[in-house]
């Protein structure tokens, strides 16, 4: 099981102040008015966590703007990095739903027993 669960990737900067235009990979867009926090990742396990000051949405996109991010030059290298959360800000699922990241690598068996 995975301990992340990504709700976004970051697509470029947004303006000169800091800002990033996200694509959402969550079913729910409006969950990131709900948080306070997101995890960064920088690859090779490196993370960083920021603080979400503002989220706007611009027609399939998300805008974030985090603390102490004031610059456009500080978030040019985070082009195409994953933005996750833990699992326990995860919205809770119904009966018989799953978390993609959940399924992948499991068998997968037809009504006939075939796998």
Sequence with gaps: MEKYLRVGVITS??????AVKVYPTTDDVMRFKKLDKVILD???????????RQVKFFKN???LKFDGVDTMNEVEG??????LITRDQ??????????????IGLNVVTDEGET
Excluded: C, N, S, Y
Excluded at 42 to 52: A, N, W, Y
Excluded at 78 to 83: E, I, P, S, Y
Excluded at 90 to 103: N, S
């Design 13 to 18: 900067p947004h303006g000169v102040r800091g």
């Design 42 to 52: 920088l690859g090779r396990g490196e993370t960083r966590e920021l603080k979400i």
């Design 61 to 63: 996109m998300v805008i």
């Design 78 to 83: 985070w082009r195409q990095k994953d933005l």
């Design 90 to 103: 995860a919205i809770p699922l119904e009966e018989d739903e799953f978390f993609i990241t959940d399924l």
